[in-house]
């Protein structure tokens, strides 16, 4: 997608004016953010660049000092993480946060299950065949390889592990997913499994952000890239148009400008 | 995306690339560990009773270990330490620890024989300790829960609490109330009888055993005692209600203790203020021989039960056959290593 054409797309989610302080720290100076429908941002930045700040303030488990957040044109506050995913942003931080003694599709509608009907349902008890028929059918639809929907998360391989997350994640129909370093822990294979899924999670309409260290996993998929450094959004790049040394150089300090204007 | 995932007209079949599948091993023993052990503790009863059959032989059948009254007493011997058991089933699998079930079982037992001998209705006498052993355990869960303080420490204490609380309501004696008493006679009774030849209290215990087990294994609040054991921070945010889950686990956990007491006092007809002690080690080692792990989110009432009757059949064993019974001990410590021995085996090879 060329810029030209983005601008008169209005973004699904955005943050303005972010500012973050710890005591004397800032951990976000001022941060502008956007991210549009059916797009795959990368939030790069170096450690200490505020990345996981952010995206803690985006998903409700912080709140800014200062900034607002924008969701569909709405103005929103965030008391809670709970907020936020009743808003639509799902988030998947780094530990994934599955319960690994139990099943893939346990876990998949872990605190939102299926009862069965009538005088059973209301004594809440659990209509496993429904869950695991839907859980297989789901992960089948986004192509995410699982034998045995009966084995324990803790059977799994790390992708496999960090698939059924982020399924678990976009399961409940939310359109905006926030991936915390998704390819972190995986090696190669594995984490193309990932990347891929990512990819078909955007084609099937949704919005993802995710934080990366790794560039060539962000080149790969990012529609486009959000640079912060120190706090402060230093540039946009577009994996198409820039390098990956523009990317790291923006990264670290030794370029100030972005794709648009080098 | 829809709300309930619905499968397009033209699915694809899944692709090939088998990234890093679980090895074949892992699959096997190890991945079915719970049906393993469960059969395992099965056969080693058997091959106990077998053992036991033959050593006691009198030359005319049935062995002494078969009488139909020693299975009795094994049956009745297995009902209370069953109940406590079953109870902390519930608060190990959420990877705490309830270690005030024991002093619960006694100040459980005394409180009725007090009012039984005081003349209260036998109804009284068995809803105020059940009333009061929950209490505690919504207490015991309640400061888990919002203080934020070790299960361990938080059940020790209450173990020590409650011990003392007993023995002052017992002003340190035996509490005994006349057998023969309007309220207590129907009482003893149905203690001692047996209904199609099984004991009553074994009964209480299948009853205790049924019903604990479909509310684990069948139903919602059940699945969350397992998340919560598994992962409580993801289980958090995934919105399961972890202080209603806590409060559950140890409300039963302190329910049953109170069950097993208000048992054990209508079995001997008195109350004895030092009853139950020890029992939550018992309970606690007959979870983990049936499949518990103290890290959480492991086993079952199933299990549990075969500990129980694993534990009962060998005590009832070696006291027939004359060995001495620090050999019980001996041997049901070595087993508990061995299970959780095996048990850390199985995690090691699930994670490659």
Partial sequence: MVAEERTEIAPVLEAHGIFKRYGRVTALNGVEFEAYPREIVALIGDNGAGKSTLIKILSGAIRPDEGTIVLDGQTVEFHTPRDARDAGIETVYQDLALAQDLDVATNLFLGREVVLPGLLG?????????????????????????????????????????????????????????????TAALGVAQSTMVLELIQRVRDQGLTVVFISHNMPHVFEVADRMIVLRHGQRVGTLFPKEASMEQAVSLMTGALGTDSRTA | MAD???????????????????????????????????????????????????????????????????????????????????????????????????????????????????????????????????????????????????????????????????????????????????????????????????????????????????????TRRGQYIYALGSNLEGARRAGVNIRATTLTVYAISGFLAGVAGIMLTARTSLGDPLAGTGYELDAIAAAVLGGASLFGARGSIAGTFLGVLLVQVLANGIDLIGVQPYWQQVIEGSLLIFVVWVDQWRKRRLAQ
Wanted: hydrophobic fraction near 50%; aromatic fraction near 8%.
């Fill in chain 1, 122 to 182: 209301m004594l809440e008890f659990l209509n496993r065949k429904a869950m695991r028929t839907q859980a297989a059918q789901y992960l089948r639809q986004l192509r995410v390889t699982i034998q045995n929907p009966r084995q324990t998360v803790d059977t799994l391989s790390g992708g496999q592990r960090q698939s059924v997350a982020v399924a678990r994640a976009v399961f409940w129909g939310k359109h905006i997913l926030i991936l915390d370093e998704p």
């Fill in chain 2, 4 to 218: 309930s995932p619905s499968v397009p007209a033209a699915v694809a079949e899944p692709s090939v690339e088998e990234l890093a599948p679980t090895p074949p091993a892992a699959r096997g023993l190890a991945g079915h560990w719970d049906v393993v052990l469960r059969l395992g503790l099965l056969g080693i009863v058997i091959i106990l009773a077998a053992y036991f059959a033959i050593r006691t032989w009198t030359g005319s059948w049935p062995p002494i270990f078969l009488t139909t009254d020693n299975i009795q007493n094994i049956g009745r011997q297995m009902a209370v330490y069953g109940v406590i058991a079953v109870g902390e089933t519930f608060v190990i699998i959420t990877a705490g620890i309830d270690l005030s079930v024991g002093s619960v079982l006694g100040v459980s037992g005394v409180v009725a024989a007090l009012e039984l001998l005081n003349g209260w209705p036998l109804i009284v006498a068995i809803i105020t300790p059940l009333i009061l052993a929950t209490a505690i355990g919504l207490f015991n869960g309640l400061l888990i829960d919002t203080q934020r303080l070790p299960p361990f420490i938080v059940t020790l204490g209450m173990l020590g609490v409650l011990r003392g609380v007993t023995q002052l309501l017992g002003s340190g004696k035996e509490v005994t109330f006349d057998p023969t008493q309007a309220n207590a006679s129907g009482f003893l009774a149905f203690a001692g009888n047996t209904f199609l030849g099984v004991p009553n209290l074994f009964w209480i215990l299948l009853a205790v055993s049924v019903v604990a087990g479909i509310f684990l294994h069948f």
